[in-house]
C-alpha cells in the first residue's frame, strides 16, 4: 500500500500501454510522410502548419498552433522559417493590431497542390489495411481520446 493506504496498481505490459501503442502507431503512420517530405525540403512540423493554413485560411499563432499540434514557442520559429522560404506570410489582424494572422503562400499552396497525390496515396493504403469502417473508428476514438480531461482531480 501507498502513503494513502491505497493498493500500488501494476503498469500493463508495453505491449498494452496507451503511450507506447500511440508513439509505435505515429511512427508507422508518419514514415511514409517522412519519405515524401524528404524531397520537398519541409518537416513535418512545417507539413502541418501547411495543411491547416491550406485548410482553414489565415489564423492567428494561437489558434494555428492549437490546429497543427505545435507548442506556440516552436511554432514561431517554424513560421519565421517558413517565412524566409517565402510559404508562409505574416499580417497585422485588421480587427486587433496586437494579433498577426498567418496565411500560407502561393508556393507553400504549390507544396500541398505537388504532395496532394501521394499524401492521398498513403492515407488510401492505411485505410486499405485498416479497412474503411476500422479506419474511421480508430479516427473517431482519437478524436475522442484528445476531447478527454484526464487532468488529475
Known amino acids: 500500500m501507498n502513503q494513502r493506504g491505497a493498493k500500488k496498481k501494476s503498469l500493463p505490459p508495453t505491449s498494452r500501454s496507451l503511450p507506447i501503442a500511440l508513439a509505435r502507431a505515429r511512427e508507422k503512420v508518419m514514415s511514409p510522410i517522412r519519405d515524401m517530405l524528404s524531397e520537398t525540403g519541409i518537416t513535418e512540423q512545417q507539413w502541418r502548419v501547411l495543411r491547416v493554413l491550406s485548410e482553414c485560411g489565415a ?91 484526464v487532468s488529475d482531480r
Open 59 to 149: 489564423l492567428d499563432a494561437s489558434k494555428l498552433a492549437d490546429r497543427a499540434c505545435l507548442l506556440l514557442p516552436s511554432l514561431t520559429r517554424i513560421v519565421q522559417t517558413m517565412l524566409d522560404k517565402g510559404l508562409v506570410t505574416r499580417t497585422p489582424d485588421k480587427d486587433d493590431r496586437r494579433r498577426q494572422l498567418i496565411d500560407i503562400t502561393p508556393d507553400g499552396q504549390m507544396i500541398i497542390k505537388n504532395n496532394q497525390a501521394q499524401a492521398s496515396d498513403i492515407s488510401a493504403r492505411f485505410i486499405a489495411v485498416l479497412g474503411e469502417q476500422r479506419y474511421e473508428e480508430l479516427l473517431d476514438s482519437l478524436q475522442a481520446l484528445d476531447e478527454l480531461d
